[in-house]
């Protein structure tokens, strides 16, 4: 199979404003590069024409525009990962379609990787156009998911990347259910690199990301990538034993000085309602880990394709295989 130099891979989740914009500009950028280019645009369940639209530019530039177009909307990372099963490029670019990740930082990703770096991802220098509540959020995370685990993963940094074929090909083995891309490619390993940039605020319409989906992502994020949130429930365990076994011998000697300290129904449900509270967040934990396990058993598909340009899919593979 001998694909084009170039794909850029881009989910759309109800952009129909954002698309033409984005075409022009990655067209204009990918000529200037001159190498053969694709763009796969993997509609994630729109419901505002962006369907029509992609399909129309098929129609248009049938060369360069391969769209994928999923049943439902199954989400970012998981419309990223059907564009990265069906790119066919030496070299794949993953960006956003609202033009938040300015297609004219490509040419400098792939100078990077022209002199040998398989991972090139773009680092938020700043970003625009976004609530401090977003921005103070995030950084927060990053720093957060850097500290409980042992996979580098770069801080302030999205989905907006280059990677090598190599990498894409690992990627598409990983076939998890809960991903958290980016920590998924430092994973991988090989030579990365990080390349600033302005992330400039969106061309047209709303975010896709309202919190829910922000929290959910972040939890992804860390069961996916760490065992802390189990270690945090067995260090409560600890605590709360410790805190038992210094304070009966106190409480009996003061009980028998003839202190009334400790008398009375107040103690008693203090005591109940921490410990009872201790267990049901390990619980809670516990749960969320197993519910991802469950998950992972059902062995799904990751995504369902309704439309895609004429090429085998990596699910497809994996069944057969
Ligand atoms: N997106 C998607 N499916 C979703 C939500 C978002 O494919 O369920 C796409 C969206 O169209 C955009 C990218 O993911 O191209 C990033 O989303 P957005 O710009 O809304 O996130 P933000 O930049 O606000 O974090
Ligand atoms: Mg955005």
Not at 34 to 49: A, F, H, K, N
Not at 102 to 124: M, S
Not at 254 to 266: C, I, N, P, T, V
């Amino acid at each position: 199979m001998d694909g084009p130099t170039f794909s850029v891979v881009v989910p759309v989740y109800n952009e129909r404003e954002n698309l033409p914009e984005l075409y022009r500009r990655v067209r204009a950028v990918m000529e200037s590069l001159g190498e053969p280019w694709e763009l796969v645009p993997v509609d994630d369940g729109s419901t505002d024409g962006s369907t029509e639209y992609l399909r129309e530019l098929r129609k248009k530039d049938p060369e360069h525009v391969r769209p994928v177009i999923l049943a439902r909307n199954f989400g970012h990372q998981l419309a990223v990962t059907a564009g990265l099963d069906y790119a066919r490029g030496r070299a794949v670019i993953l960006m956003d379609a609202d033009l938040q990740d300015p297609p004219e930082v490509i040419p400098q990703l792939v100078e990077k990787w022209r002199e040998g770096y398989d991972v090139v991802y773009a680092v938020r220098q700043r970003r625009e156009g976004e609530s401090w509540f977003k921005r103070a959020t995030a950084a927060l995370f990053y720093r957060f998911i850097r500290r409980i685990t042992e996979v580098p993963i770069p801080v302030d940094t999205g989905d907006f990347r280059l990677m090598d074929r190599k990498v894409v090909d690992v990627l598409r083995r990983m076939r998890e259910r809960h991903r958290f891309i980016r920590g998924m490619v430092a994973w991988v390993g090989f030579r990365q690199v990080g390349v600033p940039y302005v992330r400039a605020p969106r061309y047209a319409g709303e975010t896709k990301y309202p919190l829910r989906k922000m929290v959910k992502f972040a939890w992804d994020a860390i069961t996916g990538f760490s065992y802390a949130p189990l270690q945090l429930a067995m260090y409560l365990g600890f605590l709360s034993a410790g805190l038992a076994i210094f304070s009966i011998p106190l409480v009996a000697a003061a009980r028998l000085m003839g202190s009334k300290a400790f008398y009375g129904q107040a103690t008693t449900l203090i005591a109940v309602l921490f410990l009872g509270g201790v267990q049901l967040i390990s619980l809670g934990i516990l749960g969320e880990y197993v519910g991802r396990i469950y998950d992972e058993v059902k062995g799904r598909p990751l995504y369902v394709v309704a439309e895609a340009p004429d090429v085998p899919d990596a699910n497809e593979e994996e069944r057969r295989a």
